[in-house]
């Protein structure tokens, strides 16, 4: 009985000991080609698009090094050694490709001085890099408009407390064609002003009754020797814009009671 049981266990032993063994090989991901890296300018800066050989989306991780943006593809190869592009636009100075290892890709985008801004957009063909540069953000910021008159005095128009009128060349071109007197084109223009009457030559034109002071590229043209100037003596064809500031202030001298 002893040998039966010897035997039983024996067999137990053997049984346990043959167990199978089943060895499963690792499964790695498949690797994507890029065949073609296309870098197209937008209004805001630039978009870098990876086009892969099987149209298959990718994914990316992007870090901030300095003033570049690094973009890690992982599963991906570009077919070509490396890629490079200088200058695409004002405020990036580089974008490269490169494979970093057997199953990595990694694409570059260094700025000027700032590390732009980039935003990752899976596409059916691969993938696409939304890159601001840091001039536009820039350019982002409120636009205002700014006066400058003959006196080289910059104002802001909605702080300005008194009237300003512009003719540019064009219009003065056009009125040339009836008259060629300047007083005459501004007067079509900027209601008050007057011509000088025949009985007082000597006062000039006048702007809503008062004297006005002419300059000529910031430059005044009344002198101790000649208080007044006449409007109809300045060639309208040597003057590329005028303006007028209506009422009195000091920054245009003495004489400019009318503007």
């Known amino acids: 009985m002893r040998t039966d049981m010897k035997r039983t266990l024996l067999s137990h032993m053997l049984v346990a000991g043959i167990a199978p063994v089943v060895a499963t090989a690792p499964v790695f991901a498949q690797v994507n080609t890029v065949i073609d890296i296309r870098v197209l300018t937008t209004d805001f800066g630039l978009e870098v698009i990876l086009d892969t050989s099987d149209n298959v989306p990718l994914e990316a991780a992007i870090v901030k090094e300095g003033n570049s943006i690094i973009a890690t593809i992982p599963n991906a190869q570009l077919s070509r050694s490396t890629f490079r592009e200088v200058d695409p636009i004002l405020g990036i100075t580089e974008i490269t490709a490169l494979n970093l290892d057997p199953n990595t890709l990694q694409v570059t985008i260094t ?145 400019a009671l009318g503007g």
């Open 111 to 255: 700025g000027d001085t700032n590390a732009p801004q980039a935003e990752i957009v899976q596409s059916p063909q691969g993938l696409s890099l939304n890159v601001v540069t840091a001039m536009a953000e820039t350019e982002d910021l409120e636009v205002i408009e700014l006066v400058v008159t003959a006196t080289r005095t910059e104002e802001d128009p909605l702080d300005i407390p008194r009237s300003i009128t512009v003719i540019n060349r064009q219009q003065i071109e056009a009125q040339s064609a009836v008259s060629n007197n300047t007083a005459d084109i501004i007067s079509r223009f900027v209601p008050g002003l007057g011509a000088p009457n025949l009985s007082n030559r000597a006062n000039a034109q006048t702007l809503r009754g008062r004297d006005f002071s002419v300059l000529i590229d910031g430059i005044p043209q009344r002198s101790n020797r000649s208080p007044n100037i006449q409007l109809e003596y300045i060639d309208p064809d040597q003057i590329e814009r005028i303006e007028v500031v209506s009422g009195p202030t000091a920054i245009y001298g003495a004489e």
